[in-house]
Antibody, heavy 116, light 109 residues
Framework: QVQLVESGGGLVKPGGSLRLSCAAS????????MSWIRQAPGKGPEWVSH????????YYADSVKGRFTISRDNAEKSLYLQMNSLRAADTAVYYCARYYGQPDYWGQGTLVTVSS | QSALTQPPSASGSPGQSVTISCTGT?????????VSWYQQHPGKAPKLIIYEVSQRPSGVPDRFSGSKSGNTASLTVSGLQAEDEADYYC?????????FGGGTKLTVL
């Protein structure tokens, strides 16, 4: 069965950095686009970024462009999100999701809290 | 781009049907057939229940159905059951990005 397991969240001060990871299993990772989606407390999901099968095509939400970098390692079946210059507004649960026209399978998420 | 618009709440008694709307624009909901719906119980990750407007993933009961007319998509839950009480979110492809709705809290009375 499809499994996506995120890690790397935590408490960080404004202006700080974090790197999120997502370990995939149960499907052929290199056959799928992958996404990062976040959900602030009490809010709807917000798409953050997605990356093509080879990693050659990448899109970002305007709210994170220039600060976040998505990447993948198909050999390791892993997805990453490097987050720099973090702001309080970036506080959310971050989900890794398989993407096929729309996000279908989501991980359980990792909480990122940006606070001084 | 703005989030898709959903009513904040909906309710129905067991056995009844309820429909939740999701309004976007011709650049998202109205422009593509990649409209999806997600069910989220407290503390859990969103679960896909409808994809490509009206398709159900394997294992999702046929009590859940989706449709679209113009810039508005709809999710209908028929034969409401207690376990259907959850938050429901719509999503749409929007050309190199994806939008989500603000969510509808479904209460089973």
């Amino acid at each position: 069965q499809v499994q996506l397991v995120e890690s790397g969240g935590g408490l960080v001060k404004p202006g700080g950095s974090l790197r999120l990871s997502c370990a995939a299993s149960g499907f052929t990772f290199s056959d799928y686009y992958m996404s990062w989606i976040r959900q602030a407390p009490g809010k709807g999901p917000e798409w953050v970024s997605h990356i093509s099968r080879s990693g050659s095509t990448i899109y970002y939400a305007d709210s994170v462009k220039g600060r976040f970098t998505i990447s993948r390692d198909n050999a390791e079946k892993s997805l990453y999100l490097q987050m720099n210059s973090l702001r309080a507004a970036d506080t959310a649960v971050y989900y890794c999701a398989r993407y096929y026209g729309q996000p279908d399978y989501w991980g359980q998420g990792t909480l990122v809290t940006v606070s001084s | 781009q703005s989030a898709l618009t959903q009513p904040p709440s909906a309710s129905g008694s067991p056995g009844q049907s309820v429909t939740i709307s999701c309004t976007g624009t011709s650049s998202d909901v109205g422009g593509y057939n990649y409209v999806s719906w997600y069910q989220q119980h407290p503390g859990k990750a969103p679960k896909l229940i409808i994809y490509e407007v009206s398709q159900r993933p394997s294992g999702v009961p046929d009590r859940f159905s989706g449709s679209k007319s113009g810039n508005t998509a709809s999710l209908t839950v028929s034969g409401l059951q207690a376990e259907d009480e959850a938050d429901y979110y719509c999503g749409s492809y929007a050309g190199n990005n994806n939008l989500f709705g603000g969510g509808t809290k479904l209460t089973v009375l």
